[in-house]
């Protein structure tokens, strides 16, 4: 979900995306990890790729969404917060304990 949401603003390539995640969370990933996983969901057709020749010395290849890879994004969004909304209801009790005390 994080690298689907790393690119939902717009087209980035793989150094972007790792930078773009450690800058707004906590999360480090490695290019040995990032690229393989850009690889899988560019298979399974919630991106897609394409070799941009720009003012670096080398071609890069930036990934984007795709239509199906908008719509599953919502879907792990909308997911993602009934699960967290749940999560809170767990803690609440413990957190009015704590005040309490």
């Known amino acids: 979900m994080a690298v689907l949401l790393a690119v939902a603003s717009g087209p980035q390539y793989g150094l972007q995306i790792i ?7 906590d999360l480090v990933l490695t290019e040995g990890t990032i690229y393989p996983l850009l690889a899988r969901l560019a298979g399974e057709g919630l991106l897609a790729a ?3 020749a720009d ?5 890069r290849k930036y990934y984007r969404l795709t239509p199906r890879g908008r719509i599953r994004l919502q ?3 909308r997911e993602f917060r009934d699960f967290t909304a749940k999560i809170d209801r767990l803690m609440e009790p413990m957190e009015k304990r704590d005040a309490a005390e």
């Not at 930078?19 to 969370?25: E, N, Q, V």
């Open 19 to 25: 930078r773009h995640l450690a800058d707004f969370t």
């Open 55 to 59: 003012e670096a010395p080398h071609p």
């Open 75 to 77: 879907q792990m969004c």
């Open 50 to 52: 394409e070799w941009v």
